[in-house]
């Protein structure tokens, strides 16, 4: 399975706090993508970062690659009660025609 | 504008029926794409439509089939329902590898 996997699965902090979130995936990848889905609604995408970038800035978003590890994280700063959501990271594999979705975190940033 | 709009948002319908979920992207995408989301949030690629190339995940059944009118269209037609259909639709498209663009959602309910 090209399926990549996230951690933690749920994380519950408070506002103005960081969020972490890891992404390891098992192929070869192409580009890796962030995305995010509040409650009910459809995925809005963040951030792509691509195998020969290390780290992209968006915002309060800070996506890292490390594709030695294979491993991806999303870093939130300040965050907000807004940002509530789960958030997925995907992989566009080397020679595959779509992306593979991670697990997800759901993340609950508390006012 | 809409960027990917589907229809219908919600869809309830019997065991055996058959049923056609539309989709439309306005973004000049050459590349359109189907997801299953299920109870758990699990994103699972269904078809990518690329220039009249379709790509099918192996996993899914027969009983899905995606039709193409123009490249601005990805409609889902569903036969024979199943109670383990029920779940929830995404279209997305795409310019080659880079950034999706989801719609909404179709909420699928099979009773």
């Known amino acids: 399975s090209q399926q990549g996997e996230e951690d933690p699965q749920a994380l519950s902090i408070q506002e103005g706090e960081n969020a972490t979130m890891n992404c390891s995936y098992k192929t070869s990848i192409n580009n890796l993508q962030w995305y995010r889905q509040n409650s009910g609604r459809g995925l809005v995408h963040l951030i792509l970062?691509?195998?020969?970038?290390r780290e992209k800035h968006s915002g309060r978003l800070r996506v890292t690659l490390d594709t030695s590890k294979k491993s991806s994280s999303l870093l939130i700063t300040a965050s907000r009660a807004a940002d509530t959501a789960s958030y997925f990271c995907a992989t566009f594999g080397t020679g595959a025609n779509n992306l593979f979705f991670g697990t997800g975190t759901r993340l609950t940033v508390i006012p | 504008d809409t960027a990917v709009s589907q229809t219908p948002k919600y869809l309830v319908t019997q065991m055996g029926n058959d049923k056609s979920i539309k989709c439309e992207q306005n973004l000049g995408h050459d590349t359109m794409y189907w997801y299953k989301q299920d109870s758990k949030k699990f994103l699972k690629i269904m078809f990518s439509?690329?220039?009249?190339?379709?790509?099918i995940n192996e996993t899914v059944p027969n009983r899905f089939s995606p039709k193409s009118p123009d490249k601005a269209h990805l409609n889902l037609h569903i036969n024979s329902l199943e109670l383990g259909d029920s779940a929830v639709y995404f279209c997305?498209?795409?310019?080659?590898?880079?950034?999706?663009?989801f719609g909404p959602g179709t909420r699928l309910t099979v009773l």
């Open positions: 439509y690329n220039n009249k190339e379709l790509i």
């Open positions: 997305a498209s795409s310019h080659g590898r880079d950034t999706q663009y």
């Open positions: 970062i691509r195998s020969n970038e």
